[in-house]
């Protein structure tokens, strides 16, 4: 009788606890800049959320350590549904094995609610290469190990581990040279002080689409609408190669604790959000691609990425501190 009622208080002032946080605005906390994929991500979903809703749902923007500190905001905030967190796999996957004085686990401490998108990046090289494949690439690659070099928006990012995956498949040496950002990375690129680059889409589409930049793949498992003619790095016929995958996942988390109710509600409206044309729409823009899935497909694929990045960081030796 005694837990009955003990647990009938919880339930109490747990539905309480809702109950006053949906007077408040749901904000989502993207950990970078306004202007990236992360961002247009979450606006484009607070909108159409908001619309569902029929309540107010903001953006908040807190930049900062590689996407860190906005994590760790969201992770200390109340778990009450509230305040949740723009993720994608760099700041959940990735930055786990790069910081090495993380004070939290991503994995422990956030609850995945729903992933709406999967963003793959392209492998260009300069116009006036001679490399035309993916093929010719690894054949140049391997008779020239370590003279070869490769542009990435920064140590640790996706466009470095991807490269550092891609020499680990084909078993050759290639030099990786990180910029501050895709701009710089890509204008080095473009006047031939580096021989290549994995970079996300947006940028380089429009570089390759001027003709200065040649597409020679993506590095997803499937081709992308806005460069429908380019294959994937897993067409490019090198045996080494056959199942080459490196994306990068974007979904939405809620720090620890949040009722199992709530986050069954959220998961249900974001990915009907999610499956409307206009925000698939707004993902092709970005590069990126539909892949929906609720709380427990979004954690397995969290440990399935921390897993395979984790790797990867301690076989390249990159860390971020």
Same mark, same amino acid.
């Given at each position: ?11 109490? /002032? ?11 605005? $749901? &904000?989502?906390? /993207?950990?970078? %800049? ?7 991500f979450a606006r484009q979903m607070a ?5 569902? &809703? ?9 930049? +900062? ?17 509230? %305040? ?5 796999? #760099? ?12 004070k939290y686990d991503t994995q422990k401490d956030l609850v ?34 370590? %003279? ?9 990012? #996706?466009?470095?581990?991807? +490269? ?9 040496? $290639? ?16 006047? +031939? ?6 970079? /996300? ?6 570089? /390759?689409?001027?003709? &200065? ?43 620890? #604790? ?17 499956? %409307? ?45």
């Amino acid at each position: 009788m005694r837990r009955a009622l003990l647990l009938g208080a919880v339930g109490s /002032v747990a539905a309480s606890a809702w109950a006053e946080a949906e007077s408040k605005p $749901i &904000r989502i906390v /993207v950990p970078f %800049t306004p202007g990236g994929g992360n961002d247009v991500f979450a606006r484009q979903m607070a909108r159409s959320l908001g619309e569902l &809703r029929n309540r107010s749902v903001v953006v908040e923007n807190r930049p +900062g350590a590689g996407g860190n500190l906005g994590t760790e905001f969201v992770v200390r905030s109340a778990a009450d549904g509230s %305040t949740l967190l723009l993720g994608h796999s #760099g700041t959940v996957s990735i930055n786990p094995a790069l910081y090495h004085g993380l004070k939290y686990d991503t994995q422990k401490d956030l609850v995945p609610i729903a992933m709406f998108a999967s963003s793959a990046l392209v492998l260009v090289v300069p116009e006036n290469s001679p490399v035309k494949t993916v093929a010719d690439l690894v054949a140049l690659a391997k008779a020239r190990p370590g %003279t070869l070099n490769y542009a990435s928006s920064g140590s640790g990012t #996706g466009g470095h581990l991807t +490269g550092e995956l891609f020499q680990q498949k084909i078993g050759s040496k $290639i030099n990786h040279i990180p910029y501050k950002g895709t701009g710089p990375g890509l204008t080095d690129l473009v006047g +031939g002080q580096v021989q290549m680059m994995f970079s /996300v889409i947006p940028p380089a589409l429009a570089l /390759v689409k001027s003709g &200065r930049l040649r597409a020679l793949a993506v590095t997803g498992s499937r081709r992308l609408p806005s460069l429908p003619q380019v294959p994937t790095i897993a067409e490019s016929g090198v045996p080494s190669l056959a199942g080459f995958e490196s994306t990068l996942t974007y979904g939405i988390l809620a720090p620890r #604790g949040t009722p199992d109710a709530v986050v069954k509600e959220l998961s249900a409206q974001m990915l009907k959000v999610a499956a %409307t044309p206009e925000f698939q729409s707004r993902l092709e823009v970005e590069g990126a691609v539909p892949l929906l899935g609720g709380s427990a497909e979004y954690a397995a694929l969290i440990r399935k990425e921390s897993a395979q990045w984790a790797e990867i960081v301690k076989i390249s030796g990159a860390t971020a501190d």
